[in-house]
């Protein structure tokens, strides 16, 4: 939903981050877009950092739908990514300094021959560039401050990983993964490389999809900045429901809906347990959680249309 009658933008701006721009830049740009744009201040925030080095699905919350940025930060990502074998950096990626070499290069039926270990349940040690925090302190500070950052291992989850180029130049392969979050595509690359009997780093990484979010709903750094210069923000926009594909929806009566505003309970309600999105005339008023007939607010939404 954009801005209507003054009122802050609510919806979902994919961005297509190019390599080179943070994260926390990408939502500075959304900021200075708007504001140029004469749109009302709003609040803005991502859903799921993606390293500079790395490209694609950015998804950005204007307005209401930040309150759903916790979830997005939650959900499964895609990514396409390529291994070179044969050198390890210290970031694990194009960025680092060489630390390790070796002239073990596996060939694609090797590659293929190990996958099967990282599917499914997995443990993985982050990589000492990241932004975690020990001690209090980032863990890529540390790093850059040439301290020894010992990380702990974490569970995570790989969905499904295959290759997904059919030939590439000799010493790299690139491969698609499908993960839980938390996952770090270049600890992934680095224990592949490990269990090949060589030594690796990520050359390109790009993300294909997070949570519901494809890249052909992407849009480039150049489509944005057309905002600043009077382009409509609502052409680009998706709506708030569109971050809550896998929720049913939960329809309401003017009566109900009103109740749920004010946070209030609703009972007797016939549909089975679980989360659910309350709308009133396909506008969104809430996620509910409902158990046993009653459905509770788990966090409410406060739309124009609603409003009114």
């Known amino acids: ?3 209507v009658q003054g009122i802050p933008a609510s919806g979902w701006l994919i961005l297509d981050k190019p390599r080179g721009l943070g994260s926390t830049q990408a939502v500075a740009a959304v900021k200075r877009n708007l504001r140029e744009g004469g749109y009302p201040k709003t609040k ?5 950092t993606l390293d500079p080095l790395a490209e694609g699905v950015l998804p950005i919350a204007l307005g209401e739908v930040t309150k759903l940025a916790g979830r997005m930060l939650d959900a499964s990502k895609i990514y396409e990514f390529t291994i070179r074998f044969g050198e390890q950096t210290d970031t694990l990626d194009t960025e680092g300094e060489v630390v390790e070499t070796s002239d073990v290069q596996p060939t694609r039926d090797d590659v293929q021959g190990v996958l099967a270990r990282f599917t ?3 443990e993985q040690v982050p990589p000492a560039y990241s932004a975690l925090k020990v001690d209090g302190k980032r ?5 850059r401050a040439g301290e020894e950052v010992q990380l702990k ?15 590439e130049p000799s010493g790299h392969v690139t491969l698609t993964a499908h993960v839980s979050k938390g996952t770090y595509i270049r600890s992934l690359a680095r224990d592949i490389a490990h269990a090949l009997g060589t030594c690796g780093h990520v050359t390109y990484l790009r993300r294909i999809k997070a949570g519901p979010f494809l890249e052909k709903q992407a849009i480039s750094l150049d ?3 057309e905002i600043g210069k009077g382009a409509p923000l609502e052409e ?12 049913p929806a939960l329809k309401l ?8 505003r004010q946070g209030r309970v609703l009972t007797d309600m016939p549909n089975s347990d679980g989360l659910y999105c309350a709308i009133l005339d396909d506008v969104p008023v809430a996620l509910m959680e409902l158990k046993a007939g009653t459905a509770r607010v788990v966090r409410g939404f406060n739309l124009p249309d609603v409003a009114e």
């Open 1 to 3: 939903m954009a801005e």
């Open 44 to 48: 803005i925030g991502h859903g799921g």
């Open 120 to 122: 499914g349940a997995i």
């Open 139 to 143: 863990a890529y500070d540390l790093a």
């Open 153 to 167: 291992k974490r569970a995570v989850t790989i969905h499904s990983l295959y290759i997904s180029e059919p030939s």
């Open 223 to 225: 489509k944005l900045n």
């Open 236 to 247: 680009l926009l998706l709506p708030l429901e569109a971050g809550l594909d896998d929720i």
């Open 253 to 260: 009566d003017s009566v109900s809906a009103q109740a749920v």
